[in-house]
């Protein structure tokens, strides 16, 4: 189906032009639209083999489309309409081009298009009215015209009056095409209608056939979804290839074997034609770029050049492809394998013998210095760039690994994870963490080398043990507390590796995950795959990739990438900035999966800074600083030291606990007290005539959404609202009070209003009852469930609903425990008592209401998921503390070498020596800049959170202000003259 190039060409710009010569346009989408004007634009892209992509291939399907459409040419006397029926995505628009570019030329002397959208904006212009005649009624007289209808499946609306005006034109463009009439309101009269009609649309053709019976004479052409035409996707491509090639200055271009296998895997379901037109335009663009740089680039589609689009590309920069040096510095056995092999594990060994057997304190031992002063500021400042990658090159588990190795060769056999890991593997982080903070507090470890270096050893006994017992990396992935804190700090990284699922699909081997892949023979360590047991491509967050690299190195198909975003993407916060001050576009739900026991390693964390300030704190309460330093022994002075110890580690998290559960209530009895005092008591019964006729209802949950959603696009605008009130019966004077009461939102969705509505109703209840009990609230908040999801009420009763008939039946409703939607699994008599307590109207099945009125009475947010909104000021306060000491030490390292080796030198040598020492005012500058932007980063994403999981202002609010506390507290331990001392002790 080859069409020469000139001719096509000058029927594209034919169409365009008889479409300027209207008031319409063709609306194509985004999508669409690169395809169609590259080749638009650029005539000189046209050669003399340029096909129509939609009709190649070999398959049955295709072969009867071409046939059916070379009928349609052959019987150049037919005028009736041409219907294309077909999903979206099927390609339908293009075939209507072809067909009306190969139509007898008397029959397209002109053509017009018209798209449902711009229709109803200028119906009248369309329709013509009783002073004026319409486009119709000129057009209905001209049997030389074209008419060609696209567009129809746009939903949005702007008004009851839009809504009625699309109704009216469809029911024309219906007899038009069923019955070849056109009412004339110009001439009030019914008249035929006498140009040809080719129409697109997602309607069956019994649409049509039943509003006109058998004698509807049209030409229904069936288009077949991309799903169906597997088969031809090859040719479609190569087809669509050559349209495009020459608007990326390439030529000869082809889709390799493995690029081919990848567009056949893909599932065309969304929107095939465009999604494919999508996926061609980014890869040839893609390609052209990479052969800028390398001029050996291969003069094929790759799959690493396809199905890369899932990422919002305006914030994610992919850097294997714009530097693809990268990915030959990925491949090497030297990352990382070999590193931690040959450099790490001797240099550990290294450290670790010289801490034991040197000089035991900072000031004489380089290496302590080194370890105190060096690694705690490096790492803190390294999780920002690269997230986690410190457990990439870490020694603990360097030497578990060649632990593992070896059991491995002795014939042990590993066993698979434990399930009690995930569940207690985070408690047990936080437990140590704990006591290790105690342990370097009360045995002053700082300024200890064999303590130091039996830290050291415990932690690496930790992954050895493991290591040599579970395999891969259970130590790392749930129990150890330095790569809990890591994980929680790289959740925040702006480097991450991830892998979009689409690219994914018909893979079978996983060697991402499972790993062997001949790419990576030489590399042991890659050849183990994914060490963390990770599957990269459902990762929600960077917690727990390291960033090893092995799925990159692994992966035949180069689907993982290595992306820069925006710090704070993990939690759809980009920058950590106020939310108020980014474009909502770049904004997307958290992602981050929440722990109460590493949230509390957030808060430790942040204690333990404090607890550097230990002297300073003391003095202020008026007590001996010297308790700071009481080591350990028997007596009262170091039970003292110990409680003050345990406590200042708390103290962060038991603050900000006490203040989320003072908080829950307060907010709860607040919005019951707003409701009370409100000043319009009369907006308390309009919500309860609301959402009780809405629950009285009792219709499906499709029909529930529809009253509010009439124009079907997803949202509720103000008409839709107001359309709703009149199916519900509201009284009109309560139309304006719950206008106030539900606020206006651009975009709402329809679930959220009713999240919103139900919120606003069981205030008022609570507000009707009389009480603000912060008692029982309280004893409420206790009881109440852990929801482990942030989808709407609205979400979760439809991914409920299994049998789709719009209401829960009492199995439906117990699954919902078995599907994960609460943090501790509730039992099935549980499970049961909810169902009997939702089902108010006593008919064995939930409708919508009943099932969200249940859940809000019975579940409540943790605070964890407030919680990691501190995790900022946490990496601030410790980055601010190590860096303090960094620059205040790590430049002397140098210049305690001699003395680490017991190695006499003279003065002059030793003055020889580089020494970089910071001033106190640069260091302070440093702090209080990091301190503030951190402090910044926390209140944002705290905020960013609350709105996430629908907590309100109070909570929100008190978080807030704890962390302005917790900030205060720390700049001022810090700024104090007489702490800084002390503090790096
Ligand atoms: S989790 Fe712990 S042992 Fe594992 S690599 Fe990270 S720091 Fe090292
Ligand atoms: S990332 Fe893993 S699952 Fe995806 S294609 Fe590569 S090997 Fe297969
Ligand atoms: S997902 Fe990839 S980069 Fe991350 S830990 Fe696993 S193998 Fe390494």
């Known amino acids: 189906m080859a069409v020469a190039a000139g001719k096509r060409a000058a029927a594209l710009i034919a169409a365009t032009l008889f479409t300027s010569t209207t008031a319409f346009h063709i609306a ?130 702007d008004s009851k009056d839009s809504l009625d005006r699309r109704g009216e034109l469809i029911d024309v463009l219906d007899t038009m095409v069923t019955k070849g009439q056109f009412y004339s309101t110009y001439e009030n009269s019914t008249k035929a209608f006498l140009p040809r ?78 999604e494919l037109d999508s996926e061609l335009y980014n890869g040839l663009q893609l390609l052209a770029s990479e052969k800028k740089w390398n001029p050996f680039a291969t003069d094929s589609l790759e799959p690493r050049h396809l199905l890369v689009n899932a990422y919002d590309e305006t914030i994610r920069k992919r850097l294997l492809y714009d530097i693809p040096f990268l990915r030959n510095v990925i491949m090497s056995p030297w990352v ?141 992935r749930y129990m150890c507390p330095i790569g809990a804190m890591n994980k929680m700090f790289a959740t925040l990284s702006m480097t991450e590796v991830r892998t979009f699922k689409s690219n994914c699909e018909g893979c079978t081997t996983a060697e991402c995950i499972n790993g062997g892949s001949p790419t990576v023979a030489h590399d042991n360590y890659a050849l183990k795959g994914c060490t963390m047991d990770l599957k990269n491509n459902q990762l929600r967050d960077m917690g727990d990739c390291v960033m090893c690299m092995s799925c990159v190195a692994n992966c035949q198909r180069e689907s993982p990438e290595f992306n820069l975003r925006p710090l704070g993407q993990d939690y759809g916060l980009p920058w950590l900035l106020p939310k108020s001050i980014q474009s909502s576009e770049n904004m997307a739900l958290s992602q981050v999966e929440t722990n109460f026991w590493l949230g509390g390693i957030v808060c430790i964390l942040q204690g333990s800074v404090l607890l550097h300030y230990l002297p300073k704190i003391l003095t202020d309460f008026g007590m001996d600083p010297t308790i700071a330093t009481v080591g350990p022994a028997l007596d009262t002075a170091f039970a003292t030291h110990t409680m003050l110890a345990f406590a200042i580690l708390g103290f962060p998290g038991g603050l900000s606990f006490i203040a989320d559960t003072a908080a829950v209530p307060l907010e709860s009895s607040v919005k019951v007290l707003k409701r009370q005092l409100t000043r319009t008591p009369a907006e308390n019964a309009a919500i309860k005539t609301l959402y009780e006729s809405m629950l009285q209802q009792n219709v499906d949950v499709s029909a529930a959404i529809k009253e509010w959603d009439q124009d079907g696009d997803g949202t509720v605008s103000d008409w839709e609202v107001k359309e709703a009130f009149k199916l519900l019966d509201i009284p009109e004077y309560e139309y304006g009070l719950l206008f106030n009461l539900l606020g206006k939102e651009e975009g709402r969705t329809v679930s959220s209003l009713f999240d919103d509505i139900q919120e606003l109703y069981f205030d008022v209840q609570e507000a009707q009852r009389g009480s603000v009990s912060l008692a029982a609230t309280f004893k409420n908040q206790m009881s109440e469930n852990d929801f482990e999801t942030k989808l709407t009420f609205v979400e979760i009763f439809n991914r409920l609903d299994k049998d789709g008939n719009g209401f829960l039946s009492k199995d439906e409703f117990l699954a919902m425990s078995k599907e994960g939607y609460f943090k501790k699994p509730l039992s099935e008599e549980e499970l049961n008592d909810l169902f009997y307590q939702a089902d108010v109207l006593g008919i064995g099945r939930l409708n919508l209401f009943e099932f969200m009125s249940i859940l809000r009475k019975n579940v409540k947010i943790g605070i964890q998921e407030i919680g990691y909104g501190y995790l900022p000021l946490a990496w601030g306060s410790l980055t601010a503390y190590w860096l303090g000491l960094g620059m205040q030490e790590l430049g002397l390292t140098l210049v305690r070498v001699p003395s680490t080796f017991n190695v006499w030198i003279s003065q002059g040598f030793r003055d020889s020596i580089p020494q970089y020492v910071f001033d106190t005012s640069t260091i302070y500058a440093v702090q209080v800049s990091v301190m503030l932007v951190s402090y910044i980063a926390s209140v944002a994403l705290t905020q960013k959170l609350c709105d996430d999981n629908r907590i309100g202002p109070v909570r929100f609010g008190t978080h807030a202000v704890t962390q302005s506390i917790g900030a205060a507290i720390t700049l001022y331990l810090m700024l104090s003259p007489e702490a800084i001392v002390s503090a790096y002790r």
Not at 222 to 243: T, W
Not at 382 to 395: K, N, Y
Request: hydrophobic share 40%.
């Open 28 to 157: 194509k989408n985004q999508l669409d639209a690169g395809l169609r004007s590259a080749a638009a634009n650029d005539s000189s892209a046209f050669s003399s083999d340029i096909p129509t992509p939609i009709l190649e291939g070999g398959s049955t399907k295709a072969i009867r489309l071409r046939k059916q459409l070379q009928e349609i040419w052959n019987d150049p006397t037919n005028t009736s309409p041409i219907i294309l029926t077909g999903p979206k995505g099927s390609g339908k628009s293009e075939l209507a081009e072809e067909i009306v570019y190969q139509l007898p030329s008397w029959q397209t002397k002109i053509v017009h298009r018209l798209t449902l959208d711009d229709g109803i904006d200028f119906l009248d212009t369309i329709l013509g009215t009783a002073s004026h005649p319409g486009l119709f009624d000129d057009l209905s007289v001209q049997a030389n015209t074209t008419l060609v209808l696209k567009g129809f499946q746009s939903q949005h609306v």
């Open 197 to 274: 009609i080719v129409g697109c649309t997602q309607r069956p053709p019994q649409y049509f056939t039943e509003r006109c019976g058998k004698h509807l004479n049209a030409t229904f052409i069936k288009v077949p979804s991309f799903e169906q035409r597997k088969s031809d996707i090859q040719a479609i491509a190569a087809a669509k290839i050559k349209l495009l090639e020459r608007k990326f200055g390439l030529t000869n271009i082809e889709l390799s074997k493995e690029g081919r296998q990848r567009l056949l895997d893909h599932r065309w379901e969304v929107d095939g034609d465009s």
């Open 336 to 476: 990382f394998g070999n590193t931690l092999t040959y450099i790490v594990t001797p240099v550990f060994i290294l450290v670790n013998l010289i801490l034991f057997l040197g000089p035991q304190t900072r000031e004489e031992n380089a290496a302590l210095t080194f370890f105190w002063a060096g690694w705690w500021p490096g790492i803190m400042l390294v999780f920002p760039f690269l997230g986690r990658i410190w457990c990439t090159v870490c020694p603990f588990m360097a030497v578990g690994n060649i632990a593992q190795e070896i059991a491995t060769n002795m014939g042990v056999q590993l066993k698979k994870w434990p399930s009690w890991a995930k569940e207690s593997g985070p408690a047990f982080a936080f437990g140590l963490f704990y006591a290790i903070l105690m342990w370097e507090e009360l045995w002053d470890l700082p300024q200890n080398g064999a303590l130091s270096a039996c830290l050291l050893i415990l932690i690496t006994s930790g992954a050895v043990v493991n290591s040599v017992i579970y395999e891969k990396r259970l130590w790392c």
